[in-house]
């Protein structure tokens, strides 16, 4: 059971640049989420999903976008990269269509835009 | 905005002693958790408490829930270096939605 898993560990893009973080899970979790993680700010819900097909915005979903063709997957695209997006990105599911129930994360991905 | 705010901010005790974190919140919850989370690495659940539960143990972890007054404690006993980490808080509100909301963190370091 390799639990959520995330790729690329680590990524450095130039402004303008697009990419797509990926983030993976083998629990069978109907719920997932992206979360970014910056210094002093917590973690802030940027998308998340209630099953395949079925995606939704957290408190700072501008400029990403997901969506969720499996229940194993749930890829975030950074369509123009902006030196605002450097931070730390994860990637969490949970059980059920639980939003509010225990949340199983990824080890992160840490992305810098020059 | 945030939900939850943890104090103190940074905390550091020696191994062996009891360390305690606060989490405070604004609006009516279904639950709140506590996570871990160590350099570098992804977020790691501790314990949920539910709003109509006042206390909660695992292990060496003890939770403490007050719905009037709108706060949370986390107390660690006998704590090793191992416990050094980052912990934070996350609410799930009531009517807020299917989504968590995280505070800021305390980060705990435990000396030899």
């Known amino acids: 059971n390799a639990g959520v898993t995330q790729t690329p560990k680590f990524q450095v893009l130039k402004t303008g640049q697009s990419m797509t973080l990926q983030c993976a899970q083998d629990?069978?979790?109907?719920?997932m989420s992206w979360y970014r993680q910056d210094p002093g700010m917590g973690l802030r819900l940027i998308h998340y999903?209630?099953?395949?097909?079925?995606?939704d915005q957290g408190e700072v979903p501008n400029g990403y976008n997901v969506s969720r063709s499996t229940t194993e997957d749930f890829p975030l695209r950074l369509l123009s990269a902006a030196p605002s997006q450097t931070s730390v990105y994860f990637c969490?599911?949970?059980?059920?269509?639980?939003?509010?129930?225990?949340?199983?994360f990824g080890p992160g991905t840490r992305l810098l835009v020059l | 905005s945030q939900q939850g705010e943890e104090d103190p901010q940074a905390l550091s005790i020696q191994e062996g002693e009891n360390a305690t974190m606060n989490c405070s919140y604004k609006?009516?919850?279904?639950?709140l958790q506590w996570y871990r989370q160590n350099s570098g690495r992804g977020l790691v659940h501790l314990i949920l408490?539910?709003?109509?539960?006042r206390e909660k143990h695992s292990g060496r972890l003890r939770v403490t829930l007050d719905t009037s007054k709108k706060s949370s404690s986390l107390l660690i006993t006998a704590s090793r270096a191992a416990d050094t980490a980052s912990y934070f808080c996350?609410?799930?509100?009531?009517?807020?939605?299917?989504?968590?909301?995280f505070g800021t963190g305390t980060q705990l370091k435990v000396e030899l």
């Open positions: 969490a599911s949970s059980y059920g269509q639980g939003g509010q129930e225990t949340q199983y």
């Open positions: 629990m069978n979790h109907e719920y």
């Open positions: 999903s209630v099953g395949a097909g079925i995606t």
């Open positions: 609006t009516s919850i279904n639950n």
């Open positions: 408490i539910r709003s109509n539960e």
């Open positions: 996350a609410t799930g509100p009531k009517g807020g939605g299917n989504k968590l909301t």
